[in-house]
Structures are given as C-alpha cells and as structure tokens.
C-alpha cells in the first residue's frame, strides 16, 4: 500500500481532488478536519490554545472562533508557528495510526492524507508520494474572494504559505486544478492509474 500525501495552497483545488479519489474508492484522511476537531471543547489542545492565545478567540458559546483565530495568526508568523506546534504533533499521531489501520491484507492501493502543511510540517519525509495541487495565485485570490474573504484577508493567507511553486517542486505529482473539473478529473484518474501499479515503489518510513 502506498501512502500518499494530498496538498497544495490554499483554494488550490486540494479538496474538489480529494473528493475525486473517494469516488475512485481510495481511503482519504482530511487531516485539516482533524486540526478542527482537536480544537473542540474538551480537547487537551483547546485548552492549550485558550491559555495560548487567550479567550478573546472564543464565541458566545466557549467555543473556538476559527475566524478570530485567523485573524492572529495569519497576521504574525511566530502566532502561526505556536499554533502549529501545538496541533500538528497531535494530528501527525492520528495520522500514523490511522496509516497503520489502512495497511491490512485486501485493503487499499492507496492510503491518501489531505493536508495544507504536508511538506511544510515535514510530513513528506514519511510518506512514499505526495500529490500537490496548483492553480496560479490570481485564481487563488479569485477564489478566496467568492468565499467571502476579503482581498487584505486573501492575501494574507496566500502569503502565509509557502510559494506554489516551491511546492510543486518538492510534490512527486502534481495536479492543475486550473481548468475544468473535467480536465482535473482527467489527471486525477491518470495519478491513481499510475500510483496503482504493483511497480511503484513504496520508500516511505511510517512504521
């Protein structure tokens, strides 16, 4: 089985793809709803978080604020950094695990993690490929904008991230999310057809 890693920036088509490989029958982990959840109520992380950055980040409600969070942390570097120390630990375990559950005698060709910060957090070093999907940032900035962002708050984010093309040179694949979903279809279906083969080598060290 070969654990794959899905990524790429931000409105960069990572999620319409991961959508595209459930329909294929590949087992996917969206390890950014993982970072979610483990800031529920109740979790260690949100009480870490909470002291971290204090209860200004939550609602009415006690709840983490994700758009209050946003806010901070994509607006100072070191904020966004402490964020990540706190979560991706924890998310990586649940990872690991959940790689181990998948690597089962009939289970699955490919084993694919969804995630933002893959090659970023160092991910990639344990995983055997990873898919990264593009677009070109203006169509990025396009498509934060129809989410509701606004161009100051799109920028920002695009920004927070490493460059896509630094990206799309450490990814083993990469997917154009540019065109139609048609034409992302397309590449996406040739990926898997190539990943699925008995001879792509697995030199990934997940133990």
Request: proline share 4%; aromatic share 4%.
């Amino acid at each position: 089985m070969l654990r794959v890693g899905l990524t790429g920036g931000i409105a960069s088509g990572k999620s319409t793809v991961a959508g595209m490989l459930r329909e294929l029958d590949c087992a996917v982990l969206d390890a950014d709803t993982l970072g979610h959840e483990l800031l529920e109520q109740g979790q260690d992380a949100y009480n870490e978080v909470v002291r971290e950055f204090g209860r200004e980040i939550l609602d009415a409600h006690g709840n983490a604020d994700r758009g209050k969070l946003g806010q901070i942390i994509f607006a100072d570097a070191q904020k966004r950094a402490r964020l990540n120390q706190i979560l991706h630990p924890r998310i990586l375990d649940v990872v690991r695990k959940w790689f181990a559950a998948q690597a089962h005698p009939g289970g699955p060709d490919l084993a694919v993690v969804e995630a933002a910060l893959i090659i970023e957090a160092g991910y990639n070093k344990e995983l055997d490929r990873v898919l990264v999907c593009w677009c070109p940032p203006e169509q990025q900035l396009q498509r934060l904008l129809q989410r509701g962002l606004t161009a100051e708050q799109a920028k920002l984010r695009i920004a927070a991230q490493m460059p896509m093309e630094e990206k799309r040179r450490l990814g083993d694949e990469t997917i154009d999310s540019s065109g139609s979903i048609e034409e992302t279809e397309r590449q996406v279906m040739e990926v898997v057809k190539r990943l699925s083969r008995p001879a792509a080598p697995a030199e990934g060290n997940i133990s």
